[in-house]
C-alpha cells in the first residue's frame, strides 16, 4: 500500500485552474524530487497534500486513509509533516526549545508558559538525538534567527523529526543556502530518508534532485508530465521542452 497517494487532485480558484488532475502514488521510504517551472504548482500540491488548501478534485490518501477533508492538524498527527519556501521557526527562540516544542506538540501538550518544554524533561532528551542527528548539537542554544540558512533548514528538518513526521514535505530546501553548506543540507536529507521516511523535495537545484531522488515528478502548468526515475526523466522530450531545455545551464 502507498503511503502517500493522490487521485485526480485538482484545485481551481476564481475560474483558474491552479492545479489539474494530479495522480501519484509514493511508497514508503521514497524520496521523489518534484521540479517544474516557476508557477507550475509544486507548492500547490504540497498545500492541497498537506491541507492548507482544500482540493476542489481529487482524493488525499495517507497510508490509506483518506484525509482529504482533513484538517492540517489532523494530516501532521497521522505523520505529515512539511517545510515552508519561508522559515516557520521561532526566531528568538534556542534551537534547542524550538525542538523541544515541536516534541510537546506531537505529545499533546498546548503551549503554555507552565508547561513550556525546560532542560532537563524528557522532551529536552528527544530533541536532543534529534538535533544530532541534522548535526545542530554545537547551536543548540544559539537563537534560531541567528543559524545560517543552511542551519535553519536543517533545524526545520529536526522539527519534523520531533514531530515523528513519516512523510516530509521539504519546499526549496537549498533556496538561500549558501554554497558551502549544500552538501551538508543533502547528508541530513539523505539521512531522515534512510531511517524510513518518505520524502517528497521541491527542488531547483538539479545536481541536488538528481543526486538524491529515486523518482523525480515533473509539473508543468498544474499538471503531472511523469513521475519517473531520474535517468528516464532527464531523457524525456516532453521534460525537456517544458522545462530543462529552460535550465540548460543549472542541469548539467
Ligand atoms: P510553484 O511552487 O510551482 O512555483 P505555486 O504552486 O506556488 O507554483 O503556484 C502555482 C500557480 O498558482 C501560480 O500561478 C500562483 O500564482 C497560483 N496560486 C497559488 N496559490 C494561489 C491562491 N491562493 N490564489 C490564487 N492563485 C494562486
Ligand atoms: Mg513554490
Ligand atoms: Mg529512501
Given amino acids: 500500500e502507498p503511503v502517500l497517494e493522490v487521485t485526480g487532485l485538482g484545485l481551481t480558484i ?3 485552474r491552479i492545479l489539474a488532475g494530479v495522480d501519484l ?13 516557476n508557477g507550475a504548482g509544486k507548492t500547490t500540491l504540497f498545500n492541497l497534500v498537506s491541507g492548507i488548501y482544500r482540493a476542489t478534485s481529487g482524493r488525499v490518501l495517507l497510508a490509506g486513509r ?10 501532521a498527527r497521522a505523520g505529515l509533516g512539511r517545510t515552508f519556501q519561508t522559515s516557520s521557526l521561532f526566531p528568538r527562540l534556542s534551537v534547542a526549545e524550538n525542538v523541544r516544542l515541536a516534541t510537546q506538540r506531537r505529545l499533546g501538550g498546548s503551549l503554555s508558559v507552565l508547561s513550556f518544554p525546560r532542560r532537563g524533561d524528557a522532551a529536552s532528551a528527544e530533541a536532543a538525538e534529534h538535533l544530532a542527528t541534522v548535526g545542530l548539537t554545537h547551536r ?13 533548514r536543517k533545524l526545520e528538518i529536526a522539527v519534523l523529526l520531533a514531530m515523528d513526521s513519516s512523510v516530509v514535505l521539504l519546499d526549496e530546501p537549498m533556496a ?11 547528508e541530513v536529507i539523505r539521512s531522515i530518508s534512510a531511517s524510513g521516511r518518505t520524502v517528497l523535495m521541491v527542488e531547483h537545484h538539479m545536481d541536488v534532485v538528481l543526486g538524491l531522488a529515486d523518482r523525480v515528478a515533473v509539473l508543468h ?3 503531472l508530465l511523469t513521475c519517473d526515475v531520474p535517468e528516464r526523466v532527464m531523457a524525456d522530450e516532453t521534460v525537456q521542452s517544458a522545462y530543462l531545455g529552460t535550465t540548460a545551464g543549472s542541469a548539467a
Fill in 14 to 16: 476564481g475560474g483558474a
Fill in 25 to 37: 502514488r509514493v511508497e514508503r521510504g521514497e524520496l521523489i524530487g518534484v521540479i517544474g517551472p
Fill in 66 to 75: 483518506d484525509v482529504t477533508a482533513a484538517s492540517v492538524a489532523v494530516r
Fill in 140 to 152: 543548540a542554544d544559539a537563537a534560531a534567527g541567528d543559524l545560517s540558512h543552511g542551519d535553519k
Fill in 176 to 186: 538561500g543556502v549558501a554554497t558551502g553548506d549544500v552538501a551538508g543540507l543533502v
Fill in 221 to 223: 502548468h498544474g499538471e
